[in-house]
């Protein structure tokens, strides 16, 4: 009994070792896909979404900021071209 006890959990012990191994390996196939991912997408050019929506927030503040400075200098030639 002794003896079968023993290899039980001495079988047991391996499997779960093995197992241990084969989650450390996933996790280690699933780092190098992800690093290549990134890699690919750096090669690219591709921005990340966070990026893009920051550049259109500040295009659209930029944009304003200018049709207000257009619509100021406007008024200013107005206001020259009246006074002569």
């Known amino acids: 009994m002794k003896k079968n006890n ?16 084969f989650s450390d390996l996933k996790n280690e196939v699933d780092n190098i896909i992800k690093s290549r991912f990134e890699k690919f997408i750096n090669s690219q050019g591709i921005v990340s979404r966070e990026d893009f929506e920051a550049l259109v927030d500040r295009h659209e503040k930029l944009n304003s900021e200018f049709n207000l400075l257009k619509a ?13």
Request: charged share 30%.
């Open 72 to 84: 100021k200098l406007e008024n200013k030639n107005k206001i020259v071209k009246n006074k002569k």
């Open 6 to 21: 023993f290899f039980l959990k001495d079988t047991a012990s391996v499997i779960t070792g093995a197992l241990s191994t």
